[in-house]
C-alpha cells in the first residue's frame, strides 16, 4: 500500500527553492526601481529644462530663463543669474530620490533663441552607480 502525503525532506526542498527564488527576484525587482526611478528624474529635469527655455524663447516676462539643479529638486526661474532671479516666477519641482550632480547645476536659456548663455553643457544624473547623461548644445538642443 502507498501513503498518501510528502515527506519532510520534500517539503524542505520545495521550502528552500521558493526562498532562493523570491530572494533572487527581490534583488532583480530593486535593481529595475532605483533605474526606473533614475530614469523618471532625468526625465523631470529634462523636461524643467525645456519648459525654461521655451519660456525664454517666448520672451515671457521679458527675460532669460534657467534652472536651478539640486540634489533633491529644482528649481525653473525667471532671470539671467540664481542669484539675481525674480522670486515671484520661480517653480519648484521634485525629484524622488537624491542624486549625485555632475556638470552645471545652473543653465540659463536666452530670450528669444533659448540657447545657454554658458555654451553647450552635459549634465550628469547618478544614483546608486547608475548614470545618466543629459546634453544640451550651443543651440539649444537637449537629448538624453
Do not use: H
Request: proline share 1%; net charge positive; with cysteine.
Amino acid at each position: 500500500m502507498f501513503s498518501r502525503g510528502f515527506t519532510l525532506m520534500e517539503i524542505v526542498v520545495v521550502v528552500a527553492l521558493v526562498f532562493i527564488f523570491s530572494t533572487l527576484s527581490f534583488g532583480t525587482y530593486k535593481v529595475f526601481q532605483f533605474r526606473s526611478n533614475l530614469d523618471t528624474a532625468v526625465a523631470n529635469v529634462f523636461s524643467a529644462c525645456r519648459r525654461a527655455q521655451a519660456q525664454a524663447q517666448a520672451n515671457l516676462g521679458d527675460a532669460p530663463w534657467g534652472v536651478k539643479l539640486q540634489t533633491s529638486g529644482g528649481t525653473i526661474f525667471k532671470g539671467a543669474s540664481w542669484s539675481g532671479r525674480d522670486t515671484s516666477a520661480d517653480e519648484n519641482f521634485s525629484l524622488t530620490l537624491n542624486l549625485q550632480l555632475a556638470g552645471a547645476s545652473e543653465i540659463i536659456f536666452a530670450k528669444m533663441t533659448g540657447w545657454p548663455l554658458g555654451g553647450a553643457t552635459n549634465l550628469t544624473l547618478t544614483f546608486n552607480n547608475d548614470s545618466k547623461q543629459i546634453n544640451i548644445n550651443s543651440r539649444g538642443i537637449i537629448s538624453y
